[in-house]
């Protein structure tokens, strides 16, 4: 018997999808900046991001992954830390 295909409901659903589409949106981000030296590379990631990227998208980021995610590109897991936190309402 064949299991039930998600609905394009399921909140696990979204949030998988989600995190994949941030994570190669992120990977996009490196793969320009792979050619700079990566002390210019990770600072330009995170100003990217911080700059272009949504208080939300930011924030769904920052909480799908850390320093320890082997799903993101090594310079993203770099710039982790200078992504800004939203904070406040």
Known sequence: MMQPEPTPHDPDLHKARQREK????????????????????????AEHINQFWSRRMRAD????????????????????????PVRGG
């Open 22 to 45: 941030l994570a190669r949106m992120a990977g996009q981000i490196a793969d320009f900046f792979k050619s700079y030296p990566d002390d210019q590379a990770v600072p330009a990631i």
């Open 61 to 84: 980021f920052l909480s799908a992954f850390d320093a320890g995610s082997d799903d993101i590109q090594p310079l993203v897991r770099a710039a982790l830390p200078a992504i800004r």
